[in-house]
């Protein structure tokens, strides 16, 4: 099997629950791809974000070693200035990377984090943090004018956090059909021995249809409008999912996976709010909901302060690490697991104590790179989301603060292999891990195991 093509087809956020269960008769070529090949749950890295999961996927190292903490990162101890990943972000090879460096060639599209652009032998179209399809997102440049001679203008994301869910749900259509056209234009124009691309427009239909989807959401009412969105969407997905297992042939090894999995939301906990009724963070109240980088705060007298998103960031204000610190170095320890074990205890707003998950970076990840937080919160086991605003006057919220949202993320993605030369009978592998994935591609391209990936090679290659 070593040396074959391979096709890796990203679908962001899809969780094991819709492709291997619910969705899975409704589905004829993911479907075949379940009993021909093998497949499981697959554990996604901490914090399972579309920002570092697909780095963690591609180059087979966490997020630790990585430096990749989420979409952005405080700028070393700075209280309000931050940056956002990118690209040049990642200073470790990805599998395109290592073949390149043997003269093999990749097709590389709308896999997070590529923007800006950079070089590899073969092609590559940037992702959904592109700022603008004025920008150059494609490697070669020429690219750019090919791909927009065959479809237009190329779509990297929708805004999907608004009430317009008709004209969202065309444009997710229009990105997605876009997408692949791209996709299987460059399958058939470009040669290749690694194609991978990334369609965000599953992660988009689940945060602003999953409401009307899940049955067990608080929100959801019965017979609704958009009851069928998402079922609808995954129907489309596997049609062109179909088109390119015929465009690949039978020399291409498929893989279908997804860097996290998705789950309904019970609400956003206003963790800013929260330090400030507990006294550790020192504001004058707003008169309107603000981003903490509005917000007067008074960081000489500001113990910690945190960051929202689908996980808290907790930081501490430390003597001689911050610029204006307060906690004593020798008293660090202390004071962050005395916090640890107050967010521990926090309670919903029906007074049960929530399943919420602390931890302290090491315990994680075996190195820091980067600006790692001082504490990683997941409220309730992530069903919460984490709002960073204040001038809320409550510590909880039934939306999220920065529009539409009713999923969050789960732990578990999903992971497929297929191999149209081979039966493997609907094989289901457990303990599958992100981390596997580098490790497993590249043995399936024809690879000895490589130094300094920590995943292991899945079963059956």
């Not at 993911?30 to 180059?59: K, Q």
């Not at 967010?343 to 315990?363: A, H, Q, Y």
């Amino acid at each position: 099997m070593a040396g074959r093509r391979v096709l890796v087809i990203g679908l962001d956020s899809a969780p094991p629950e819709l492709l291997f269960r619910d969705f899975v008769g409704e589905l004829p070529n993911i479907g075949e791809m379940l009993e021909d090949g093998i497949y499981g749950s697959m554990l996604s890295c901490h914090p399972p974000i579309t920002i570092p999961a697909w780095t963690v996927m591609v180059t087979g190292r966490n997020p630790g070693s990585l430096g990749l903490y989420g979409f952005r990162h405080r700028k070393r101890n700075s209280y309000t200035e931050f940056y956002i990943a990118n690209s040049y972000s990642i200073k470790e090879k990805t599998v395109w990377d290592v073949l390149s460096q043997d003269g093999k060639h990749s097709c590389v599209v709308s896999v997070p984090p590529s923007y800006p652009p950079k070089p590899l032998r073969g092609c590559l179209v940037s992702c959904f943090i592109t700022p603008s399809a004025e920008k150059d997102y494609t490697y070669p440049a020429g690219l750019k004018v090919e791909i927009e001679q065959l479809i237009g203008r190329y779509m990297f994301d929708v805004e999907f956090r608004t009430e317009e869910r008709r004209k969202l749900l065309k444009e997710l259509y229009d990105m997605t059909e876009r997408r692949f056209k791209t996709v299987s234009h460059l399958m058939g124009k470009r040669k290749w021995d690694f194609f991978m691309f990334v369609e965000i427009g599953v992660d988009r239909v689940h945060h602003a249809f999953w409401k009307f989807f899940d049955r067990t959401h608080q929100k959801y009412v019965p017979g609704n409008e958009f009851e069928d969105v998402i079922r609808d969407y995954y129907k489309f997905i596997d049609v062109k999912v179909g088109e390119l297992l015929k465009k690949a042939g039978k020399d291409t090894v498929v893989f279908v996976v997804s860097d996290h999995g998705t789950k309904k939301m019970k609400g956003a906990f206003c963790i800013n709010e929260w330090l400030s009724n507990e006294g550790y963070l020192s504001a004058k109240t707003p008169e309107r909901a603000v981003d903490l980088e509005e917000a007067d705060v008074n960081w000489s007298r500001t113990k910690a302060w945190g960051w929202g998103g689908y996980y808290a960031r907790v930081f501490l204000n430390v003597k001689g690490r911050e610029p204006l610190g307060c906690i004593e170095p020798e008293n660090y320890e202390s004071e962050r697991e005395e916090l640890a074990e107050k967010i521990r205890g926090i309670r919903d707003p029906d007074g049960r104590r929530m399943n919420t998950k602390v931890f302290k970076p090491e315990e994680l990840y075996p190195e820091l790179k980067g600006d790692p937080p001082d504490l990683l919160v997941y409220f309730d086991d992530l069903y919460w989301r984490s709002a960073g605003t204040l001038g809320q006057n409550t510590i909880y919220l039934s939306e999220n603060d920065k529009g539409p949202d009713d999923a969050v993320h789960s732990m578990y993605g999903t992971y497929i292999m297929h191999d149209p030369e081979r039966t493997l009978g609907r094989k289901e592998l457990t303990e599958v891990d992100i981390l596997d994935v580098a490790p497993t591609l590249l043995k399936v391209l024809g690879y000895p195991r490589l130094e300094g990936l920590e995943g292991r090679v899945l079963g059956e290659v």
